[in-house]
């Protein structure tokens, strides 16, 4: 059984979403497309379907406080009704810069914007980036299921560019600390930890975090987050970023949506969003997506107010809509 983007309906633990006919044809009345000019409150929350470039004309000025943007790497590869054609890295960093240069007129004065790439495009991002922006970092997280090569290293790492259009801009430190074991549990004079806690859990660091993650799974069909979208960045990478450069209610852009991660981690963090998606089912996804979140608004690997390491068991903090508040679930594996 295919759904209508033609993808194959799974085996009973493949948790992928899906959507059906009936459903396809509900979600799509959510979807909000322009063709002039809006304010913010047109736009909040939504699922804005149409081309990127054309629809950065129609957005209210400095509305937005984050923007997570993940534009097609520079590699030739299909997206449902769409594809993207490798070129050389001159015309990549063009084609960065038509739709870069439109992001300081909706970015706020305080606003952050991370924008990812491979080892590829990673440094005409930096390029383009630098022109416009500040470039405070650049993040490495590990693809943990990269591809082999028989000629070469094997390519499991992908960049993220922190940028900031000033100096006043939102960090919050206290927010994206994570929970790591420790491989050498020191003591003090006294024979008590130092700086670790050793609780029900095991032996374990809050440690600042760094710009090399290694605590991140990708999406894949056991997994309740995942989507057919063949480049899905996971929940839980958003949640870092989210949770370190906004505040509560503020406004998360991404212009390049997909199926729709950034919305629904932004949801789930009690952020508002905007987000643009050229492909119409993606777009369906995404809204799909926004609805589960509703009745569940745990992120895999984030509990307590603390990421875990990937591969660690941990209790998944559930979120009772009753009480408004996390509850502490069961035991999984991340």
């Known amino acids: 059984m295919a759904n209508s983007a033609g993808y194959k309906k799974g085996a009973p633990r493949n948790k992928t979403i899906s959507i059906d006919e009936t459903e396809l044809s509900l979600l799509k009345e959510r979807i909000v497309r322009l063709n002039d000019s809006v304010s913010i409150e047109n736009v909040i929350d939504k699922t804005i379907c149409g081309n990127t470039l054309e629809i950065f ?40 810069d038509t739709w870069m240069r439109k992001l300081p007129r909706i970015l706020k004065k305080s606003a952050s914007l991370y924008m990812c790439g491979d080892w590829r495009s990673s440094s005409a991002i930096f390029d383009v980036a630098r022109k ?98 063949p480049t899905q960045k996971p929940e839980k990478l958003l949640a870092k970023i989210i949770l370190a450069s906004s505040n509560l209610n503020d ?10 991660t950034t919305s629904v981690v932004a949801r789930k963090l009690s952020r508002r969003f905007v987000g643009i998606e050229i492909d119409e089912y993606y777009c369906c996804l995404a809204e799909k997506r926004l609805a589960l979140a509703e009745e569940d608004k745990s992120i895999q690997g984030y509990s307590g107010g603390i990421f875990w390491e990937r591969n660690t068991q941990k209790n998944l903090a559930y979120y009772d809509k009753r009480k408004n508040n996390f509850d502490i679930g069961r035991l999984i594996d991340t």
């Open 57 to 96: 004309e129609f957005l209210p000025d400095h509305f937005v406080d984050l923007a997570f943007i993940d534009p097609p790497y520079n590699l030739t590869k299909n997206f449902n009704s769409m594809s993207f054609k490798e070129m050389d890295l001159d015309s990549y960093a063009e084609w960065l």
């Open 132 to 229: 416009y922006f500040h470039v405070r970092n650049r993040i490495t997280w590990e693809r943990e299921k990269g591809r082999g090569a028989k000629a070469n290293w094997k390519n499991c790492t992908e960049d993220i560019w922190f940028c900031t259009v000033s100096d006043d801009y939102t960090f919050n430190l206290e927010d994206v600390k994570i929970k790591r074991k420790v491989i050498a549990p020191y003591k003090d004079s006294a024979r008590k930890p130092k700086d670790w806690t050793d609780d029900k859990e095991g032996q374990y660091r809050i440690t600042h975090p760094s710009n090399i993650w290694t605590d991140i799974t990708i999406p894949f069909w056991s997994m309740p987050e995942n989507t057919v979208h």
């Open 251 to 260: 406004i998360v852009f991404d212009p390049f949506l997909g199926s729709g």
